[in-house]
């Protein structure tokens, strides 16, 4: 690793929160094992041994209110079809924004997969 390089990993761990330690063993050992899904079908079976049902809604509710956000879907109207908070929403939209861009990332090349199959607006891509 260079300089260059460690600079920008420090950047990037100050970025998503100086409590989570990225180096360490296990989370290194999570982030590989969801590297490691071939699947639909291995993610669904890896992620229902993982989390609880509610836990599952609540990470799809997540993903589902980003997408809405990025619609300009208003805070009532996606908290009414998801169940989340308003706070909860607030801060998927200020992540969804932010300059990591995990959110952005996931929702363009879901974008990007449907519009191979088929047409979608405008309105889901965001710029990175």
Do not use: C
């Not at 049902?53 to 990025?70: D, G, Q, Y």
């Not at 109207?77 to 706070?87: D, P, W």
């Not at 990591?100 to 997969?113: E, F, M, T, V």
């Amino acid at each position: 690793m260079n300089d260059k390089t460690r600079v920008k990993t420090v950047k990037m761990v100050q970025q998503i929160g100086p409590v989570i330690d990225w180096n360490a063993r296990i989370n290194k050992q999570f982030v590989a094992g969801i590297l490691e899904l071939k699947s639909p079908d291995e993610a669904k079976l890896f992620l229902r041994d993982l989390m609880t049902e509610a836990e599952i809604k609540e990470f799809a509710n997540r993903l589902e209110a980003a997408t809405l956000l990025s619609k300009d879907v208003q805070y009532n109207a996606i908290s009414e079809s998801t169940g989340l908070s308003s706070a909860t929403i607030a801060r998927i939209a200020k992540w969804l924004k932010g300059s990591l861009g995990g959110y952005r990332l996931i929702l363009n090349r879901l974008a990007s997969h449907h519009s191979n199959s088929s047409k979608l607006s405008k309105g889901l891509l965001l710029s990175s």
